[in-house]
């Protein structure tokens, strides 16, 4: 007999080799040498990796009696294997408007991500620092502004504290940061190991940076809610109004100062000035704006299409008019974007001098990162004939493949008369595909299916029975998902319905959440008639014949079966299932 056959594994990513049962095995990281077990010619190989991800595991086999002296390449087949992000805490992300104003605390929130950048519940103490940027210098004085945790201070002006998350918190607290130095601030989180820098926080898949700097300067912009407090821009619906529900909010864009006397924060403008104040939009995720996309800022009944930039990179401004109210200059605004994914508001003025010329001393502000999702999926199936019953035109066979597309698309009115955010009859809970809101003349959002993870966008299709009534209901199979979109449309072309029948497609976020933002739906309304591909005969009882005379029988002679032949007719899809 020969000896047992020798090879070595390698293995790709990030993955490694931990134990094998390979004869005089030698790991080195990523490659295992040694020997199949000489009776029933296997082995195994464990391998872990710390990140989400798919590798090839790869064997090379060589034993000079059985393969000759070269490598039996052409004989080795590779296996791939996928790794799933385990749910631990894997960083911190930081966020915060950027900039802040010295006579007011600005609100910093700190977030607790897995490893795939999903938000994770957490029980950990984090530790919170504040200090100049590029020195050690720490100073500020922290609160806590939301949060059901336990909240230590430091000391006075030390850029100090403490908080242990509860469940509760679902992984986010949010806390106030007095800064009263015109300087960079540098913020620091941390809880053991796990910090804003940590694990895959640096990776170029999170949406936002998780370490920003924040600069505090003697004036500037803030957002606010129109009564002096600042406000968090929440989600909202591709080409809705952000004053409309659902997720009506009442938003101004303040100018204030530190006042030299009180350091009290001051209004920068006389009651209803108008002042050309630059604005921009960054698109963070994804993280290139597309054209002739703009956010368009209404103020005084005057409305703006403002510049886009690609996320990191904010240089293009546009000049907008705004009429800024009250003792504490407010411009309250409302704005509209008819595309998709997470951005984010800025704002700017070159403060002039007293004649009039620019000092080149700016003030700035930003709102904090928010999301705009599509308000839902305009479902089209090619060659329907949309057939409500029986008596309606043939589709296809069942089965066989069709086409589905799914469009995102932005908000409509009409669509929505109970402003729930959800394109009426397209509700989960809806199974009537007769009366669902007609999407198909909704203008599509272009920048969906372009997110940093691809995942974040991938659709689900699935297969509702209509007629008949209490039928079998096999639900979509074939190509029942779509991970690639192309200026916000994408499609497969083997979706399979194996019934007879009258069905809808309904169309969803694979995970249910678009950005965190919720799930998206759509569905195609009635799509049929579906019908049998062929039928076919199955013998259950066999023919048997009785002899008319004797052992034979005359030409045209009549004769009977000696017994009651059984066959059964079935009616079958183009697969060959019944």
Known sequence: ???????????????????????????????????????????????????????????????????GSSLASSRDEAATVTFTPVSVLNHFVISHAGTGVNCQPEVVTITAHKSNHSVIATTDTITLEAFKD??????????LNTGSGTFTPGASDSGTATYLFVAGDGGQASFNLRYTYPEVVNINVSSGAVTEGSGTANNGSEPTPTDSTLEFKNSGFRFTNAANAAVSIGTQIS???????????????????????????VGMFADNAVVDVEMAFECNNPVACQAGKDVNITNNAATTAIAGNANGSVTGYTSVPLKFTGALSE???TFN?????????????????????????????????????????????????????????????????????????????????????????????????????????????????????????????????????????????GGTGIGTFSAGSGNTATAQYGEVGVMEVRAGVADGDYLGAGQINGVSGYVGRFRADRFDFVVNTAPQYGAACGSFTYVDQPFDFSNTPQLTARALAAGGTT
């Open 239 to 265: 080409g809705k109004e952000s004053n409309v529900n659902p997720g009506a909010q009442t938003l101004a864009l303040q100018a204030i100062r530190t006042d030299t006397t009180t350091f009290a924060c």
């Open 1 to 67: 007999t020969k000896d047992p056959l020798k090879i070595t594994a390698t293995v790709s990513g990030s993955a490694t080799i931990v134990s094998t049962t390979l004869g005089g095995a030698v790991i080195t990281c990523q490659t295992v040498t040694g020997t199949l077990d000489g009776t029933t010619g296997t082995a195994t190989i464990t391998i872990t990796d710390s990140v989400g991800e798919t590798v090839t595991v790869t064997p090379h086999s060589y034993n000079s009696a059985l393969y």
């Open 331 to 333: 411009a309250t605004f």
């Open 134 to 143: 590029g020195t050690g210098t720490m100073r500020g004085n922290w609160t």
């Open 337 to 477: 974007y008819p595309d998709a994914g997470q951005i984010r508001l800025y704002a700017r003025r070159d403060i002039p001098l007293e004649g009039g010329s620019g000092s080149g001393n700016l003030m700035i502000g930003s709102s904090n990162p928010f999301v705009v999702r599509p308000f839902g999926f305009d479902v089209q199936v090619t060659g329907n004939p949309g057939a409500v019953d029986a008596t309606g035109a043939v589709f296809t066979v069942a089965g066989s493949p069709f086409t589905v597309t799914a469009r995102a698309v932005v908000w409509g009115s009409g669509d929505d008369p109970n402003n729930d955010g959800v394109p009426d009859g397209h509700e989960i809970t809806d199974t009537n595909p007769g009366n669902n809101a007609n999407l198909g003349d909704n203008t599509v959002t272009p920048n969906y299916g372009q997110e940093l993870l691809a995942a974040e966008a991938d659709v689900t299709l699935t297969g509702l029975l209509n007629k008949p009534s209490g039928g079998n209901d096999p639900g979509l199979t």
